[in-house]
C-alpha cells in the first residue's frame, strides 16, 4: 500500500491560499468616557465635580490631563481607576461598562487592569523593593516563587535590578518612583494611571521618570498622566486641559499635539 504524504491531509488549494476577505473587527479602546458627570452632595450642599466629560485613549496612546487644582481632575483620575464611579454618563474599560459595578468588581478590575503610579510612591518603608513590587501579585493569588519572579523581572525592567533588596530609605526619590512604575507594571495592566509621578521629584529625577515613561509607551504601554506641569503634559501625544470639571475645548480631545521627545 502506497503510502499517503502527510502534505495531503492540508491540500494546497486556491481557496486556501486566498487572503480572508472578513473584515478586520476594530479593537475597542482602552477606556472611553462618555458624558461623564460628578456629583458630591453633603446636606443641601450640591458639589458638580464632573460635567459632561468626554474623553477616548486608544491602545498605546499616551494622554496627559492639565487643570489646576479644584479643577475636577482629581475626580477624573478616581473614575478613570475604578476609585469611584460617575453620577451620570458612562465609562467602558477595554469594552466592559465599569460604571455600574460593584466594589467587589471594581477592586478586581483595579488589580488586573490598571497600573497606579502616585506622587507620594506609597511604598511600605519596612519590605524591599521586590516586597513591594510583588504587592499587586499577593492580591492576585499567586504563589511566592512566581510573584518573587515577576516582581525581580519587572524591577529589572526599570532599571533596578541591582537594587531589588534594598529598602525605599536607600533610595533616591527617583529610584523610589522606579520601584513604584514597577509594582503598577508587575500585573501587565491595560492601562497605566499616573497621578502626578513627578510632583516630588528634583529636575533630574524627573527627566529620569519621564524617560522611562517614553520608553514604556515605545513598547505599547498605554499610558494616562495627571499632571499641572506643562513640561510633563508636553512628553505626551495628547494633552487635555480640564476646568471648572469640564474640558476646555473638546476638540482638544482628539487632537494629537506631538511627543516632544
Same mark, same amino acid.
Not at 61 to 70: H, K, T
Given at each position: 500500500?502506497?503510502?499517503?504524504?502527510?502534505?495531503?491531509?492540508?491540500?494546497?488549494?486556491?481557496?486556501?491560499?486566498?487572503?480572508?476577505?472578513?473584515?478586520?473587527?476594530? +479593537?475597542?479602546?482602552?477606556?472611553?468616557?462618555?458624558?461623564?458627570?460628578?456629583?458630591?452632595?453633603?446636606?443641601?450642599?450640591?458639589?458638580?465635580?464632573?460635567?459632561?466629560?468626554?474623553?477616548?485613549?486608544?491602545?498605546?496612546?499616551?494622554?496627559?490631563?492639565?487643570?489646576?487644582?479644584?479643577?475636577?481632575?482629581?475626580?477624573?483620575?478616581?473614575?478613570?481607576?475604578?476609585?469611584?464611579?460617575?453620577?451620570?454618563?458612562?465609562?467602558?474599560l477595554a469594552g466592559e461598562d465599569v460604571s455600574a459595578m460593584r466594589e467587589s468588581q471594581l477592586a478586581d478590575?483595579?488589580?488586573?487592569?490598571?497600573?497606579?503610579?502616585?506622587?507620594?510612591?506609597?511604598?511600605?518603608?519596612?519590605?524591599?523593593?521586590?516586597?513591594?513590587?510583588?504587592?499587586?501579585?499577593?492580591?492576585?493569588?499567586?504563589?511566592?516563587?512566581? +510573584?518573587?519572579?515577576?516582581?525581580?523581572?519587572?524591577?529589572?525592567?526599570v532599571g533596578l535590578a541591582d537594587r531589588v533588596d534594598h529598602r525605599p530609605g536607600e533610595l533616591s526619590g527617583?529610584?523610589?518612583?522606579?520601584?513604584?512604575?514597577?509594582?503598577?507594571?508587575?500585573?501587565?495592566?491595560?492601562?497605566?494611571?499616573?497621578?502626578?509621578?513627578?510632583?516630588?521629584?528634583?529636575?533630574?529625577?524627573?527627566?529620569?521618570?519621564?524617560?522611562?515613561?517614553?520608553?514604556?509607551?515605545?513598547?505599547?504601554?498605554?499610558?494616562?498622566?495627571?499632571?499641572?506641569?506643562?513640561?510633563?503634559?508636553? +512628553?505626551?501625544?495628547?494633552?487635555?486641559?480640564?476646568?471648572?470639571?469640564?474640558?476646555?475645548?473638546?476638540?482638544?480631545?482628539?487632537?494629537?499635539?506631538?511627543?516632544?521627545?
Open positions: 500500500m502506497t503510502e499517503e504524504p502527510a502534505y495531503a491531509l492540508f491540500p494546497d488549494t486556491e481557496a486556501q491560499r486566498a487572503p480572508s476577505s472578513a473584515p478586520e473587527v476594530p +479593537r475597542e479602546p482602552i477606556l472611553r468616557l462618555t458624558d461623564v458627570g460628578k456629583t458630591y452632595r453633603s446636606g443641601s450642599l450640591t458639589v458638580e465635580a464632573l460635567r459632561g466629560v468626554t474623553l477616548t485613549v486608544d491602545e498605546g496612546d499616551f494622554v496627559a490631563i492639565m487643570g489646576p487644582s479644584g479643577s475636577g481632575k482629581s475626580t477624573l483620575m478616581h473614575i478613570l481607576g475604578c476609585l469611584d464611579v460617575p453620577t451620570t454618563g458612562a465609562y467602558r478590575v483595579r488589580n488586573r487592569r490598571i497600573g497606579f503610579v502616585f506622587q507620594q510612591f506609597n511604598l511600605l518603608a519596612t519590605m524591599s523593593a521586590w516586597r513591594n513590587v510583588e504587592l499587586p501579585l499577593v492580591y492576585a493569588g499567586l504563589s511566592r516563587p512566581e +510573584r518573587k519572579a515577576r516582581a525581580l523581572a519587572s524591577l529589572a525592567r527617583g529610584q523610589q518612583q522606579r520601584v513604584s512604575v514597577a509594582r503598577a507594571l508587575v500585573t501587565d495592566p491595560q492601562l497605566l494611571l499616573a497621578d502626578e509621578p513627578t510632583g516630588n521629584l528634583d529636575s533630574a529625577s524627573t527627566e529620569d521618570v519621564l524617560a522611562l515613561f517614553d520608553e514604556l509607551n515605545d513598547q505599547g504601554r498605554t499610558i494616562v498622566i495627571i499632571t499641572h506641569e506643562q513640561d510633563v503634559a508636553d +512628553r505626551a501625544h495628547r494633552s487635555v486641559q480640564i476646568r471648572d470639571g469640564r474640558f476646555i475645548d473638546a476638540a482638544a480631545v482628539h487632537t494629537r499635539v506631538g511627543s516632544g521627545r
